[in-house]
């Protein structure tokens, strides 16, 4: 799926109909109320001066197909100008599996949405229960199922360290959400935010949250799952801002989450390479340009780890023109090393 500029305009608990345990959109958005038409057409407008046309406009942070139909059209019309001129490229929303049917798609497809992105969050029945979701892994199964037939783009999304939920539970659920084929997949650890349910939870001892090594090490294996079977991961940790940051209470919450998952990646990648060669006394490893710093680790962190586990007494990481995943070993130093 080619990846375009995101104009992100937020509805937040818009078209809910209750609160799932673990959300309070308001502080993982930074939007205190959803945003109204005439807002919309504002941000959409300054938004398209600094990036230029070609962005695409979605609707965050509620279940915008649960909207009052008025209300979405609205949301949707403010848009259609910008579609109209070609200042931007195309519309999509993020919505609950339940909150599919014909009227919606077809209201979708009036307005020229072409993405739409499923709140999942879970495959297991049990974990979607103690979540407080209110759907079943048959209405994400039907509402991706619909949504293709009738031509629209799916990004599924998912959870880990749910209540009830286990490191094996997740990659089941990744497992399922690949059987949907979508075009996109995005991965939120579980964190514990202010003013919810799950907030209760923790503080009375009945919820303990994933350690921020264990959300890094099982989010570095569903993207090796996803990227095995061909689906793009478009976003791993929740987006940081000042107001999520001011509500996190617990949990594997990182503003870097990202690049720690990377990281972990590429260690995993380099342990077959450096078994052959425990003992020696240098090995220089080589890696894209962009990725020096994720073979390297934070704080040399991977560095530390692939030299401690493999007795390796010097072990550099140089850039050199190779594919995104690729690491192969180096016979000789280079220029540029990053020790």
């Not at 931007?88 to 798609?105: K, N």
Request: charged letters at 20%.
């Amino acid at each position: 799926m080619a990846r375009r500029r995101i104009i992100p305009l937020f509805v937040p608990h818009a078209g809910c109909p209750h609160q799932c345990v673990f959300c309070d959109q308001r502080s993982i958005s930074g939007a205190a109320e959803p945003v109204t038409p005439r807002q919309a057409a504002a941000a959409v407008e300054q938004a398209l001066r600094r990036s230029g046309p070609g962005a695409e406009l979605a609707f965050y942070g509620g279940s915008f197909t649960a909207i009052d139909p008025a209300a979405q059209e609205a949301l949707l019309a403010a848009a259609q100008p910008f579609l109209a001129d070609g200042r931007l490229g195309a519309l999509r929303c993020s919505t609950r599996p339940d909150a599919i049917d014909p009227a919606v798609i077809d209201r979708l497809r009036r307005y020229g949405v072409g993405t739409v992105e499923l709140g999942c969050q879970s495959m297991d029945e049990a974990v979607l229960r103690a979540a407080g979701r209110g759907h079943t892994a048959a209405d994400s199964r039907r509402a991706a199922a619909m949504l293709h037939a009738a031509g629209i783009r799916v990004v599924t999304q998912m959870m880990t360290g749910l209540p009830s939920d286990s490191d094996e539970g997740a990659l089941a659920t990744a497992r399922a959400l690949a059987d949907l084929r979508p075009e996109g997949v995005r991965i939120y650890p579980t964190v514990v935010v202010e003013h919810t349910p799950l907030a209760a939870r923790w503080r009375r001892g009945d919820y303990q949250p994933q350690s921020l090594d264990g959300a890094v090490t099982l989010c570095a294996a569903l993207w090796e799952q996803f990227r095995a079977a061909e689906i793009p991961v478009l976003r791993v940790g929740l987006n940081p801002g000042p107001a999520l940051e001011a509500a996190v209470l617990a949990g594997p919450y990182h503003p870097a989450f990202g690049e720690l998952v990377l990281g972990r990646m590429f260690l995993r990648r380099a342990r077959p390479l450096l078994e052959p060669l425990r003992g020696s006394g240098r090995v220089t490893l080589a890696v894209a340009p962009r990725n020096v710093s994720r073979m390297t680790g934070q704080h040399r962190a991977n560095l530390l780890a692939l030299q401690g586990e493999f007795s390796i007494k010097t072990l550099k990481i140089v850039p050199q023109p190779l594919g995104e995943w690729e690491i192969c070993l180096q016979t000789q130093p280079a220029a540029g090393i990053v020790s």
